[in-house]
């Protein structure tokens, strides 16, 4: 399980140092093998590569001749890629999933559980905001799974 916030740097050649703390799991699950793509949120979502093919696996069985679903393979599938921990534990991000996540120098790792997310930090600031001030009125509209989620 992956889980915390993580402020981080690109470096000039666009690639993340992978905090130490999540190293060597991805190590052992994966032999440091991941898959980056994007979200429509306008950041970038990282799976351990046996993670991703469980995703892979279920997106194929989904019905092809619904336009949402082929826009969802579209996004996630399409623009997935397989990147590497290098032997200092840093990964290179592609050219292209960085520009599309307007990701520079300053960024934001969030560990989800099975996951991560990579944000602009500037976004990923702004996102927390907006999530924290959200009135506790929209609780209401909560799917039951949610609802019944103490914490």
Known sequence: ??????????DAKGRLAVPARYRERLAETCDGKLVVTIDRG???????LPTWEEIEAKLVHLPSLQPQVRELQRLLVGHATEISMDSHGRVLLPAELREFAKLERDVVLLGLMNKFELWDKSAWDARRELSLATDHAAAAGLPEELARLAL
């Open 42 to 48: 306008y950041y970038l979502l990282i799976y351990p």
């Open 1 to 10: 399980m992956f889980r915390g916030v993580n402020n981080l740097t690109l």
